[in-house]
């Protein structure tokens, strides 16, 4: 659990010095989402994932396509444990080809593992 909540951290200050953190908060708070048992906390939850990432000017708005975001639009009135699935993945599929290798050849990455508080990256990053 240390490896996972150090390498988190250190991806998270990557992410902010990126002014991408939205993506991991994202890809975090669908993981949780995903978890709801209650009828009225799925909807609860979908509603605020909604207003904080995927809304048109949302606070932590997410890219993602047009036609991915008109179906969670559509979608979030009877909200279902998969309706953010499709932008889940293009945003684990953004982190892993585009933001996560720059990561491991930031000054970040190279402090944590200095640090030995890591050992391999595959351990601590649950989307790699």
Same mark, same amino acid.
């Given at each position: 659990?240390?490896?996972?909540?150090?390498?988190?951290?250190?991806?998270?200050?990557?992410?902010?010095?990126?002014?991408?953190?939205?993506?991991?908060?994202?890809?975090?708070?669908? &993981?949780?989402? @995903?978890?709801?048992? !209650?009828?009225?906390?799925?909807? #609860?939850?979908?509603?605020?994932?909604? +207003? *904080?990432?995927?809304?048109?000017?949302?606070?932590?708005?997410?890219?993602?396509?047009?036609?991915?975001?008109?179906?969670?639009?559509?979608?979030?009135?009877?909200?279902?444990?998969?309706?953010?699935? &499709?932008?889940? @993945?293009?945003?684990? !599929?953004?982190?892993?080809?585009? #933001?996560?290798?720059?990561?491991?050849? +930031? *000054?970040?990455?190279?402090?944590?593992?200095?640090?030995?508080?890591?050992?391999?990256?595959?351990?601590?990053?649950?989307?790699?």
């Amino acid at each position: 659990l240390l490896y996972f909540i150090a390498g988190l951290d250190a991806f998270r200050t990557f992410l902010k010095s990126e002014f991408s953190e939205e993506n991991v908060e994202f890809w975090l708070a669908c &993981e949780d989402f @995903k978890k709801t048992e !209650s009828a009225e906390k799925i909807a #609860s939850k979908a509603k605020m994932i909604y +207003s *904080e990432f995927i809304e048109a000017d949302a606070p932590k708005e997410i890219n993602i396509d047009f036609s991915t975001r008109d179906l969670i639009s559509k979608n979030i009135a009877e909200p279902t444990l998969k309706c953010f699935d &499709e932008a889940q @993945k293009l945003i684990y !599929s953004l982190m892993a080809k585009d #933001s996560f290798p720059r990561f491991l050849k +930031s *000054e970040i990455y190279k402090k944590l593992v200095n640090s030995k508080q890591v050992g391999n990256h595959k351990k601590w990053l649950p989307f790699l």
